[in-house]
T-cell receptor
Framework: AQSVTQLGSHVSVSEGALVLLRCNYS??????LFWYVQYPNQGLQLLLK??????LVKGINGFEAEFKKSETSFHLTKPSAHMSDAAEYFC???????????????FGQGTILTVHP | GAVVSQHPSRVICKSGTSVKIECRSL??????MFWYRQFPKQSLMLMAT?????????EQGVEKDKFLINHASLTLSTLTVTSAHPEDSSFYIC???????????FGPGTRLTVT
C-alpha cells in the first residue's frame, strides 16, 4: 500500500521568498514520486519526478525536489517565488516498473500556494 | 509535450440521465488511460484503469455499472456516468500513459454538475 501526506494545506509566501512544500510518503516498494501543479479548473501539469535515479530532481519553472529515503520525504522547493506560482500543488507516489502499483498514482491532499506581492 | 483533451469541459445534466465524457490523446498512443475524480477542495482519487481493448479495472468502492469505461482505441477512452445523481457532481480528470518511460499526461478535466 502507498500513501502520501502533504503537510500544510495552505502555504503563503512573499514574492521572491523561498517556497517549501512538504511531502512525506509511505510505500512498501521503492517509490516513484511526482509533483504536479494544478491551476483552477484545469488538469494537472507535471513539475518533476523521481524515478530512482538522482535524488535531487530538477523540474520546470525553477522547482526542484530532493528524495530522502531516511526521512521518507520528497519536499518541493523553489528559491524565489513568482506571482505565477500561485496554484495548488500535489505530491503523488507510484510503484516501480513490474509492480502492481506501477502507473497508479496515489495523490496527497494538495497544498494551495499563495504568493503575496 | 503530449496533449490530452477531454470533452466536454463542462456539462450540466438532470438527475437520472447519463453523461459521456471523452478522453483523447492527440499526438501519441496511450496503452493505458486512468480516470480520476476530484471533489471540491480535495485531492484526486483514482477511479479506474483502462487498457485498450480490455475491460477496465476499477478501484475499490467505485461502481463499475455506474461508471462505464470504454477504451476502444489507443487514443480514445470514454467514461459514461449512468443514471447520474447530484452526489456524482465532481471534476473528472483523465490521464493517458504510454507505459514508459514513465509519465502520465493529464487532460484538462470535465466539470459535471447533476441537478
Amino acid at each position: 500500500a502507498q500513501s502520501v501526506t502533504q503537510l500544510g494545506s495552505h502555504v503563503s509566501v512573499s514574492e521572491g521568498a523561498l517556497v517549501l512544500l512538504r511531502c512525506n510518503y509511505s510505500s512498501s516498494v521503492p517509490p516513484y514520486l511526482f509533483w504536479y501543479v494544478q491551476y483552477p479548473n484545469q488538469g494537472l501539469q507535471l513539475l518533476l519526478k523521481y524515478t530512482s535515479a538522482a535524488t535531487l530532481v530538477k523540474g520546470i519553472n525553477g522547482f526542484e525536489a530532493e528524495f530522502k529515503k531516511s526521512e521518507t520525504s520528497f519536499h518541493l522547493t523553489k528559491p524565489s517565488a513568482h506571482m505565477s506560482d500561485a496554484a495548488e500543488y500535489f505530491c503523488a507516489v507510484s510503484g516501480p516498473p513490474g509492480g502492481t502499483s506501477y502507473g497508479k498514482l496515489t495523490f496527497g491532499q494538495g497544498t494551495i500556494l499563495t504568493v503575496h506581492p | 509535450g503530449a496533449v490530452v483533451s477531454q470533452h466536454p469541459s463542462r456539462v450540466i445534466c438532470k438527475s437520472g440521465t447519463s453523461v459521456k465524457i471523452e478522453c483523447r490523446s492527440l499526438d501519441f498512443q496511450a496503452t493505458t488511460m486512468f480516470w480520476y475524480r476530484q471533489f471540491p477542495k480535495q485531492s484526486l482519487m483514482l477511479m479506474a484503469t483502462s487498457n485498450e481493448g480490455s475491460k477496465a479495472t476499477y478501484e475499490q468502492g467505485v461502481e463499475k455499472d455506474k461508471f462505464l469505461i470504454n477504451h476502444a482505441s489507443l487514443t480514445l477512452s470514454t467514461l459514461t456516468v449512468t443514471s447520474a445523481h447530484p452526489e456524482d457532481s465532481s471534476f473528472y480528470i483523465c490521464s493517458a500513459w504510454t507505459g514508459g518511460p514513465y509519465e502520465q499526461y493529464f487532460g484538462p478535466g470535465t466539470r459535471l454538475t447533476v441537478t
